[in-house]
């Protein structure tokens, strides 16, 4: 696998200005006072932590991450500020505990009274759909994340109507505007942050990032996925009392994973109950002396009950039809169906008995309300997203590296996403925790 070296991108953020107003927050500046310190605008991280011995090159600014938090002087005068928030895309526990966080920082913190919520994604700035913004305060989003879902609502599409929206944007004399989403929705933010910047209005664009994938560039662990993993463990228990309840029981589990299967591998790991991970980064054969039916009739015949899960991005060579959905996507097949009806079919052909139980509990754990290990991430995200608007910072998204969150310019986030190295530890841990095969692919000579 190729490595990602910081020399290759630019993590320099960009300002919309000098800052000159004094932030309403009071901490210190001085080490040992037993008071929360302001960040400095010469805290950095580094993004490669392996190092070699000898002499280390030096840093430049533009490889090196720029640390998130308060500053100590603001651009926007907090008492002058619109603040708009937007959800965009599918549904990923913690969206409102983000939107919470946001709007509890803003409000209590600076004293920004002023703060629209967007609903159903960017469609609520089109005007051809009239949707009225949703006033938000603390009274208003002090419960919410208790809730699954998203309190503003949430929509594909609309992202790449650049023109409309900041005419929106400029009517409502927003000052900031927070988009809790995907690569889709953070790739639409940047073309929005452009058209700002062409109009040369003074807007600050910030993403949170949202994919309950975990496969955004950089960023160590996406809100959501946590609490992912969680529900999915109970789903694979339920799999495996049916299946080990059952004659040549076996438990079909399909978990989200369009293109990583970041859910499939931990959720294997914590469960303990897995056999077989399916991920699209591993290819595999299905039939063949060496494929996927091959090793699973043999877990059969001697077990007599196995448990599957499969991500759904697996099988894509022969589902996919190439078009793409309203946010960009590529629209995939079916992989769970698909898998259930062919390991049925072979089964029938080698005339062995089996009973499959197929589930696919994805909308379920999307909806979710976000678990305390998520709540508390949200929580940081959003006060981190709300630190780095007053200051000025534009066409960044948060996100935590190497356990410190940072800013990190939206160009860099999107420019790929992160897959699960088939010959990292990870994936060799659950090979061990499964007893699958390292490959299930023929091989000729």
């Given at each position: ?6 020399e ?13 107003i004094?932030?309403p ?14 960040v ?7 993004l ?47 969206i ?9 920082c ?9 703060i629209?919520?967007i ?9 051809e759909?009239?949707?009225?913004p ?18 503003l ?31 889709g929705?953070q ?16 807007i600050?664009?910030?993403?949170i ?6 496969d955004?560039?950089?960023?160590q ?6 609490t ?6 109970d ?16 438990g ?24 077989f ?13 060496n ?6 009739e ?26 793409r ?16 009806d062919?390991?049925q ?20 754990i ?5 678990s305390p290990?998520?709540?508390?991430y ?17 066409k960044v ?29 990870l ?8 007893h ?5 692919v023929?091989?000729f000579d």
């Amino acid at each position: 696998m190729n490595e990602i070296k910081s020399e290759m991108f630019d993590f320099t953020v960009e300002e919309l200005g000098k800052r000159n107003i004094k932030s309403p927050i009071v901490m210190s500046k001085e080490l040992g006072d037993s008071i929360a310190n302001y960040v400095r605008d010469d805290q950095f991280i580094r993004l490669d932590t392996s190092v070699s011995l000898g002499s280390q090159p030096a840093l430049k600014r533009n490889q090196v991450l720029e640390l998130a938090g308060p500053r100590e002087m603001l651009y926007f005068q907090p008492s002058h500020v619109h603040a708009g928030i937007v959800s965009c895309g599918g549904l990923c526990p913690g969206i409102n505990d983000v939107i919470r966080a946001i709007v509890r920082c803003l409000y209590e913190r600076y004293g920004v009274k002023r703060i629209s919520g967007i609903r159903y994604g960017y469609k609520g700035f089109l005007p051809e759909y009239d949707y009225t913004p949703k006033i938000l305060d603390p009274d208003h989003v002090d419960d919410i994340h208790k809730l699954g879902g998203t309190y503003l609502g949430s929509a594909r599409g609309g992202g790449k109507e650049v023109s409309k929206i900041v005419d929106a944007m400029e009517q409502m004399n927003l000052n900031v505007l927070f988009t809790i989403g995907g690569d889709g929705t953070q790739r639409g933010s940047l073309d929005i942050a452009e058209e700002i910047e062409h109009r040369r209005l003074k807007i600050a664009m910030i993403g949170i990032p949202k994919t309950v994938d975990n496969d955004f560039a950089f960023i160590q662990k996406s809100f959501g996925f946590d609490t992912a993993v969680s529900k999915a463990v109970d789903v694979l228990a339920s799999a495996h009392m049916e299946a080990s309840s059952q004659i040549n029981g076996i438990g079909l589990v399909k978990l989200m994973g369009r293109e990583s299967g970041f859910i499939a591998a931990h959720a294997a790991l914590a469960s303990h109950e897995v056999n077989f991970v399916l991920i699209p980064e591993v290819p595999f054969n299905l039939e063949g002396y060496n494929g996927f039916f091959h090793h699973l009739e043999e877990r059969i015949m001697k077990r007599h009950h196995a448990v599957i899960v499969i991500a759904e991005g697996v099988l894509q060579e022969q589902l996919a039809s190439g078009e793409r959905d309203a946010g960009g996507n590529l629209k995939i097949g079916d992989a769970g169906v698909y898998l259930r009806d062919r390991i049925q079919k072979y089964f029938t052909s080698t005339k062995i008995e089996i009973n499959l139980k197929y589930i696919d509990p994805s909308y379920i754990i999307r909806s979710a309300p976000a678990s305390p290990i998520d709540s508390i991430y949200c929580e940081r995200l959003g006060n981190a997203a709300a630190h780095a608007a007053m200051a000025g910072k534009t066409k960044v998204v948060i996100g935590l590296v190497n356990n410190e969150f940072v800013h990190i310019p939206m160009k860099a986030v999107i420019s790929h996403r992160n897959h699960v190295d088939p010959e990292s530890s990870l994936w060799r841990d659950t090979l061990d925790a499964t007893h699958q095969p390292a490959l299930m692919v023929n091989q000729f000579d």
